[in-house]
């Protein structure tokens, strides 16, 4: 059966529009559409067969036609404060990583948007890895469709873009993505819960901010001058602090600055005076984040009583700021650190010869 269409590609809006054609060139009515559109996100279903609630005959023609394709679950990891990770594979042996947060009442899915990276920020282990690929916009949105599929299933209540990839460099699959993830019709996640993490992907952050939604931005900043950021983040010399600064000005939005925490390199007194100028230039929230260590790489965490200290210099100067809590350290849970542990930097193994699944 070639050729057949993706519907977790597509918009809703769009699938719908494929689905009631399928529907009524085959004497159904048209509400099949929507109740097909209903179980790809909202109330997923795992293939055709199980929308038992559809005539068998439809679900047949909806077979031929149509595709709903899975994540195959490799490796799901549990941490001691309740973080989870999931490695998942692809349909060509990519393995990306998604990890669950919760936190009170919310639970936060940290997605992928590229297999792999290209930017090789110095401390971070997907860079390590290189460059596979851009995922489609499917193998975005359906890390948080795997969730609802799961049994039982794993609410989310907030999504950000801080897996592997720069999702700013994959904006043709984000951009779609991100309706899937917000509209009513799709994932129904409030734009407002839903944040975009890039190192600065200039034509990236202008795309993001003329969507009418009000989805955040983060920037990850990592250094208060141009010297040291091009050390930590190649990308650097191509878009320099200045201009991301400028962007950040820009955004009609609020923005957050990350900053990882790397002992003995970006954590001293005249680092935070540099960076509260920055972020006071745009008005900027400032997440100070504690380096994971591991993952190949040989940076130090700076010492909590440091980082303390270091947010208090930066409220000195009138600038917000919140430390984030490390979460799953015991399971690798940063950036790219768990596939870098299982899989190396192997190529891709085919698909047959490891699918056992851990939960712990
Ligand atoms: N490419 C995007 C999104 C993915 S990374 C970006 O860079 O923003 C998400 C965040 O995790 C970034 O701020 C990144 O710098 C940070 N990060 C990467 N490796 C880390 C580690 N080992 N410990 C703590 N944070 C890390």
């Keep these: 059966m070639p050729d057949r269409l993706n519907l977790l590609n597509l918009p809703p809006a769009d699938a719908e529009r494929v689905l009631r054609e399928l529907a009524t060139s085959r004497g159904e009515p048209a509400y099949r559409a929507a109740q097909v559109v209903r179980r790809l996100w909202k109330n997923p279903a795992p293939g055709f067969a199980e929308m038992t609630e559809l005539p068998a005959v439809l679900r047949v023609s909806l077979a031929e036609h149509f595709t709903i394709p899975r994540l195959e679950l490799v490796t799901r990891q549990q941490s001691v404060d309740g973080t989870q990770k999931f490695l998942f594979r692809l349909p060509d042996g990519q393995a990306i990583e998604t990890v669950m947060i919760p936190d009170g009442s919310r639970a936060t899915l940290c997605i992928s948007s590229q297999a792999g990276c290209a930017l090789q920020c110095a401390f971070c282990a997907t860079g390590r890895m290189g460059f596979q690929r851009n995922l489609a916009t499917w193998e975005i949105a359906a890390q948080v469709r795997e969730m609802r599929l799961l049994d ?130 745009c008005r900027a929230f400032v997440n100070l984040i504690p380096l994971h260590e591991g993952g190949g790489t040989t940076f130090r965490a700076t ?7 270091f947010a208090r210099e930066l409220r000195a100067h009138g600038v917000e700021v919140a430390v984030r809590k490390s979460r799953g350290t015991d399971i690798s849970a ?25 939960v712990v």
């Design 152 to 281: 039982p299933p794993v609410p989310v209540t907030n999504v950000v873009f801080m897996g592997m990839g720069e999702p700013l460099m994959n904006w043709k699959a984000v951009d779609p993505a991100l309706t899937i993830l917000n509209s009513p019709d799709g994932l129904g996640i409030g734009a407002r819960h839903i944040t975009v993490s890039t190192v600065g992907v200039l034509p990236g952050i202008v795309a993001l901010g003329e969507r009418p939604e009000q989805f955040r931005l983060a920037i990850s900043i990592h250094a208060p001058s141009d010297a040291l950021r091009q050390e930590l983040m190649p990308i650097n010399t191509k878009y320099p602090l200045a201009a991301v600064i400028d962007a950040a000005k820009q955004f009609d939005r609020r923005v957050t600055f990350e900053y990882v925490m790397l002992g003995r390199v970006n954590d001293a007194t005249e680092h935070a005076i540099q960076l509260a100028r920055l972020a006071k230039e």
């Design 303 to 309: 010492p909590p009583a440091r980082i303390a200290t």
């Design 334 to 358: 940063a950036c790219g650190q768990l596939r870098v542990e299982r899989l190396g930097r192997r190529p891709p193994r085919p698909a047959d010869q490891d699918g056992h699944v851990h």
